[in-house]
């Protein structure tokens, strides 16, 4: 199974709203129940979507646990943690938000990484059971880039919903 990965660049100060919306309310009456789903129409009102990667969007869990575990980077963590949380629990999906600071730690760090080496090949086997997401690192790694520099300042900040 696949899932989409989306590139969606907001204004910091929106994302209380953001986060509250992602919550889906369900009122139950008599014979019926109503569901309120207000998070989709609070991302096109407050944010822009920058790109989809049309590659399977679980490379991205492997690239995130290689940066971390065995390059010792880790971007998917930062000031914004506590709603990438809520975000990917009440949505059922992997939400990370990053900011300018991990935008600047991905641009010094990560440009220079061979993920077409053998090192990358033998993580993904040892973390996936195969070496089939290698041929989609490489693009996932230019769509998540070329978004995270969508972010020009400190106040704004890219969600990556993956799911």
């Known amino acids: 199974m ?3 990965a989306r590139f969606i660049i907001f204004d910091k100060a929106n994302i209380n709203q953001i986060a509250d919306s992602s919550k889906i309310i369900t009122k139950r009456k008599l014979f019926k129940k109503e569901v309120t789903d207000n998070y989709y129409p609070t991302l096109e009102a407050s944010s822009e979507l920058v790109d989809e990667y049309e590659g399977n969007g679980y ?3 492997t690239l995130l646990v290689y940066l971390d575990q065995v390059k010792g980077i ?21 939400s990370i938000l990053f900011t300018q600071e991990q935008k600047e730690i991905f641009n010094q760090k990560v440009a220079n990484i061979d993920f077409e080496g053998e090192e990358f ?12 997401e290698i041929k989609y690192a490489k693009k996932a790694i230019e769509t998540l ?18 799911g």
Request: proline share 0%; net charge negative; glycine share 6%.
């Open 59 to 61: 490379i991205y869990g």
């Open 145 to 162: 880039s070329y978004s995270l520099n969508k972010i020009t300042d400190n106040s704004k900040a890219l969600l990556v919903e993956i």
């Open 2 to 4: 696949s899932a989409v």
């Open 121 to 132: 090949q033998n993580f993904c086997i040892d973390f996936t059971g195969n070496d089939s």
């Open 74 to 94: 880790d971007i998917s963590s930062g000031e914004l943690d506590k709603y990438s949380n809520i975000i990917s629990q009440n949505r059922t999906n992997s």
